[in-house]
């Protein structure tokens, strides 16, 4: 399987769109700062994923998700993510 997942950073809320063959491990590595572009922001929460049984699918699924802000707004609506600062809301 693969799979096309959105993670969020614990520390400053912010979400990181990606794609794997191995969800865990993936994880792991964005947690333990392997991952260049999230290296900054761990630990990380797995938030959501989409699983697919060939690699392109999985691949053309996140880059559309990257490329496209409609989609990421509804994708954000389904998991009721919004743009409020969790330091000031709590």
């Keep these: 399987m693969f799979y096309v997942y959105i993670i ?3 520390k400053d809320s912010k979400l990181y769109y990606g794609f ?3 969800l865990r491990l993936r ?3 964005h947690n333990e ?7 900054y922001r761990s630990p990380f929460t797995l938030i959501y994923y989409e699983a697919y049984r060939d690699q392109a ?9 990257k490329r496209s802000g ?3 707004t509804n994708l954000k609506k389904r998991l009721k993510i ?3 600062c969790p330091m ?3």
């Design 8 to 10: 969020q950073s614990k």
């Design 20 to 22: 794997t063959s191995d």
């Design 27 to 29: 994880l792991r590595e």
């Design 33 to 39: 700062g392997k991952v260049r572009s999230t290296k």
């Design 57 to 65: 699918t999985a691949i053309q699924r996140e880059k559309l998700i």
């Design 70 to 72: 409609k989609i990421r």
């Design 82 to 84: 919004n743009k409020i």
């Design 88 to 90: 000031l809301s709590g």
